[in-house]
């Protein structure tokens, strides 16, 4: 399985999660990475994109601020730090490559709520 998230899970409002995505079988170091979510009822959205090498990095306005994404090339991980949560960020969130070719994770599950 090209990519694997981890790191989800059930965190009270203004809480922090940290989910990754695991890469294997492919050249991380040639794709761009994106973290994407999809709340209940609602279309898939584009949360953060991080360039190949890592220099650029774009968000969502609604992330803007809160969340962080960063990846390390060497051990074939993409990272989204997640800070300051808030009921509305409950979703499935999935990593994504974009690169030679398109992959996609299972999802990892992140529930905010008290």
């Known amino acids: 399985v090209p990519l694997v998230e981890s790191g989800g899970g059930l965190v009270q409002p203004g809480g922090s999660l940290r989910p990754s995505c695991a890469a294997s079988?492919?050249?991380?170091?040639?794709?761009?990475m994106r973290w994407y979510r999809q709340a209940p009822g609602k279309q898939h959205e584009l949360v953060a994109t991080?360039?190949?090498?890592?220099?650029?990095?774009e968000y969502a306005d609604s992330v803007k601020g809160r969340f962080t994404i960063s990846r390390d090339n060497a051990n074939m991980k993409v990272y989204l730090q997640m800070t300051s949560l808030k009921a509305e960020d409950t979703a499935v969130y999935y990593c994504?490559?974009?690169?030679?070719?398109?992959?996609w994770g299972q999802g990892t599950q992140v529930t905010v709520s008290s």
């Open positions: 994504a490559a974009w690169g030679p070719f398109i992959y």
């Open positions: 079988g492919f050249s991380l170091s040639s794709s761009v």
């Open positions: 991080i360039t190949s090498a890592g220099g650029g990095t």
